[in-house]
């Protein structure tokens, strides 16, 4: 499949309200679990042995060393020892390295094996409440194989956020990226509605949101997000609504297919906040309505762009 080839699956599995994961173990053990992640956010697996670490002095704990691979220096994160297992060194000697690309940050992640690719539709897809400690949840939806076992989905930006943090957002320069900007009264009086499953990023969007005083309220799926609207007495209030893409029960494609369908939803500015970042992902929101999009490593401008949008549609109202 080639990289355009490859780009299209993807934006077209999300707009059907599906994904393809890639399932593996962290253990060979038979009782090991299953986890899996996005097919589109990995590169390929790669044998551990055959590629040397170079140890960093003095970093994270979770954080092996780096691994050149293609002329590209890649740091390989311990996950296993995130989920709170040690592999005997015999077995760290049969691991793999995942290669993954987050936000165009690439990373290596120490797993046993790549079991299958499976596709789902997001409905498949369920939000473990008993897995969410707080903010401290690493578990972020699951879903069953063929033989009924359990396939565990991970808060991947968790791990990214614990252990290289200045790849993430940086919640402090969101106030700052508001300065010269005139708030509408809507936006200052309203709430925001924001569909997220991961808990790293509801916690930065709730920090931005804070920090500038904006009213928001945060769903874990875009499902739950949608029957709310529904319910709504006054949908047109609503100030922006926020969607990521990928998520358990309703992905943001479907959320924007809704919402841009019901007349009484249409005007609302809707904002995708992803890590799905390719110009196809782009271009099948705008094609379904979607007002902006914005990466979710630079969502300290999230509030600036929403300023943006709501000014649009509301010059689109004016008379002609």
Not at 216 to 230: H, K, T, Y
């Amino acid at each position: 499949m080639s990289l355009l080839e490859h780009v299209d699956a993807a934006t077209n599995l999300a707009k059907n309200n599906e994904v393809q994961l890639l399932v593996f173990k962290i253990d060979a053990a038979e009782e090991s679990p299953y986890y899996a992640i996005n097919v589109f956010k990995t590169r390929e697996v790669v044998e551990s042995k055959r590629h040397h670490l170079t140890q960093i002095p003095g970093a994270h704990p979770l954080l092996e060393g780096t691994i050149v691979l293609r002329e590209l220096q890649i740091p390989i994160l311990n996950l296993p020892r995130w989920l709170g297992v040690e592999l005997a060194e015999d077995k760290r000697k049969l691991s793999n390295l995942l290669i993954c690309d987050f936000n165009g940050i690439v990373i290596g992640i120490r797993i046993m094996f790549a079991y299958r690719v499976i596709k789902k539709n997001w409905n498949e897809m369920h939000s473990p409440d008993s897995y969410r400690l707080g903010d401290d949840g690493l578990v972020i939806n699951d879903t069953r194989l063929d033989d009924g076992s359990l396939c565990l989905v991970l808060d991947y930006e968790k791990l990214l956020a614990d252990v290289i943090p200045q790849a993430m957002v940086n919640v402090d320069n969101a106030t700052k990226a508001l300065h010269n900007l005139a708030m509408p009264d809507k936006l200052k009086h309203g709430v925001v509605l924001i569909a997220e499953d991961s808990k790293t990023a509801q916690r930065h969007l709730r920090q931005i949101f804070e920090h500038a005083h904006v009213g928001f309220q945060i769903f874990n799926n875009g499902r739950d997000l949608v029957e709310f609207i529904a319910r709504h007495p006054d949908p047109a209030s609503i100030p922006a609504i926020i969607t990521d893409i990928e998520m358990p029960e309703m992905s943001g494609f479907t959320v924007i297919q809704s919402l841009k369908a019901n007349p009484l939803t249409k005007s609302i500015p809707i904002i995708v906040n992803s890590s799905m970042t390719g110009d196809n992902n782009k271009r099948e929101a705008a094609s379904l309505g979607a007002n902006g999009f914005i990466d979710k490593t630079k969502s300290e401008n999230i509030l600036a762009l929403i300023i943006e949008k709501m000014d649009e549609e509301s010059t689109k109202l004016l008379p002609r």
